[in-house]
């Protein structure tokens, strides 16, 4: 599909300009077009192609990070935990973690302080304090090994990560901004108090240039990119991570995940996942190749699968394996020896704000991400001359906007209203799109009116939903990105999916 410029684009200057589609530059977009400005955002890929799709899925303080005495991000990352529970309940939901303690390591009396710690620095909380408890008389030790007795219970919340970036993107554009997946920008150049900006066309090629007020580079693991020419653009240095993630056959049978500490002091969580499944992750190395070609390396498949093995004895062999994922995060360099004792905040360099001003985005979290965006509007304002202030602190995302965020209720009165529809498969729909299902479903009455089933519980409404409202192109964006049915169809199922849309979007 070609760029489709409007001539009111073509003609008049953007206001901001978005240089990277994954949740940082997302919730900008949303932020920037929330409070009128005119703003585009260009992913080279497809939105939440790469980083943002590759984390431990989870909104959370960031228990660990006390250590490193980084008490203001877990504060601030405890409070935005609050606040993204209540914009999208249907893709964030409470999750109780089990700490088994091991002799030898962070002494219980250490392991007590932190929690009440990280139950108190973000205020007012929603979800149940932490405590004490004794694994071998708790339903999460039956799955460990023996010798563990004690362990500790605290909350965090889970989310579908590039559902956020999509609904962030979905309701940027509710709100006037230009979403343009697959527009690759070639490069930026200052034309009086302008950007003078070449896009093209990832698929077809062609090529569109566009001018703005100011632009905004989010560029993920790529933010070092020379966009304008000449020398990089860095005015920080970004140590580059890789982060894997294994997903295998479920581990135990209870509600909790587990955080499990490791004798070179860093931690992984093993997470239930998608009913049947666990998450096991996540790793961290230094990387230095192309991002968008990150794997999982032998070394890594090794640290996880001796992780689990430790804590839950011989349960898991590398022929276990279901899936595995790799994402890389761009830290921003502090000195740190050991990667994962680099801070996880996100540092804002401005230049140029006197004319054809430049914000470059490094680091960040996915909990962060609506506080990193009112900051990056906090420094365009006086450039941009913005007159309208913050407003996504109590506005739900698309689809969140049920009574209360109370989804549960919410959930079982939507699949009483509609009985002709699989129960399982409603579920489904309605944890994936929320209170947006109405529009997917579009007034059916039975099945017949969602259009063939072109795979086991994925009928054409849903795939022409997520390609007319979320940008889905390809199977693989509607697969493992919008959704995870990749792991639930067969491969002839997957491929009858990936042919819907190689007819429908040519």
Aim: proline share 4%.
């Amino acid at each position: 599909m070609g760029l489709l410029m409007s001539e009111s684009v073509r003609d008049n200057p953007l206001d901001l300009l978005i240089v990277g589609g994954g949740i940082n530059g997302a919730g900008v977009a949303r932020d920037a077009a929330g409070r009128g400005l005119r703003v585009m955002l260009c992913e080279r890929d497809d939105l939440a192609a790469h980083t943002s799709s590759a984390s431990t899925k989870l909104i959370h303080g960031g228990l660990r990070y006390l250590e490193h005495y980084e008490f203001r991000l877990v504060a601030k990352a405890l409070r935005e935990r609050e606040v993204l529970l209540r914009a999208a309940p249907h893709i964030i939901w409470p999750l109780r973690f089990v700490m088994p303690h091991v002799d030898g390591l962070r002494p219980r009396w250490m392991i007590r302080a932190g929690l009440f710690l990280y139950d108190s620095l973000g205020g007012r909380s929603s979800l149940p304090r932490s405590h004490a408890i004794r694994l071998d008389q708790h339903v999460a030790g039956q799955a460990l090994n023996g010798g563990l007795r004690h362990g500790y219970v605290y909350s965090d919340c889970w989310v579908e990560d590039a559902r956020l970036v999509v609904l962030n993107a979905m309701d940027a554009a509710e709100h006037g901004a230009l979403i343009r997946p697959r527009t690759e920008v070639i490069r930026a150049e200052r034309e009086a108090n302008l950007w003078r900006v070449e896009l093209q066309d990832s698929v077809s090629g062609e090529r569109e240039t566009v001018h703005a007020r100011a632009l905004v580079n989010a560029a993920g693991p790529w933010v070092d990119k020379r966009l304008t020419g000449g020398s990089t653009n860095s005015q920080r240095t970004v140590r580059l991570v890789k982060g894997s993630h294994l997903v295998v056959p479920r581990i135990g049978e209870q509600e909790e995940a587990y955080i499990l500490q490791n004798p070179d002091r860093r931690i992984v969580f093993v997470i239930p996942y998608e009913g049947q499944y666990s998450l096991v992750g996540t790793t961290e190395e230094l990387f230095t190749d192309d991002p968008a070609r990150a794997t999982i390396s032998d070394a890594e498949t090794d640290y996880l699968l001796q992780t689990v093995q430790r804590f839950f004895g011989p349960v898991l062999q590398r022929q276990d394996i279901v899936w595995t994922y790799s994402g890389v995060r761009p830290l921003v360099e502090d000195e740190a020896v050991d990667a994962s004792a680099i801070t996880r905040d996100y540092q804002l360099a401005l230049e140029g704000e006197n004319g054809a001003p430049m914000l470059t985005i490094y680091g960040g979290k996915i909990t962060t991400f609506r506080r990193l965006a009112e900051d990056v509007m906090s420094k365009l304002a006086e450039p941009l001359g913005m007159e309208n202030g913050p407003w996504t602190v109590k506005a739900p995302l698309p689809g969140g906007d049920m009574a209360d965020a109370d989804f549960d209720a919410w959930q079982e009165k939507t699949v009483a209203r509609h009985p002709w529809l699989d129960a399982a498969v409603c579920r489904r729909l309605c944890r994936a799109y929320g209170t947006r299902v109405a529009r997917l479903l579009n007034g059916a009455t039975n099945a017949r009116d969602l259009g063939p089933e072109i795979a086991p519980g994925v009928f054409e409404a849903e795939l022409v939903y997520l390609r007319d409202a979320e940008w889905a192109r390809t199977g693989e964006d509607a697969l493992w990105r919008r959704s995870k049915l990749g792991l639930h169809l067969s491969a002839a199922e997957s491929d009858a999916v990936t042919e819907w849309f190689e007819g429908k979007c040519s």
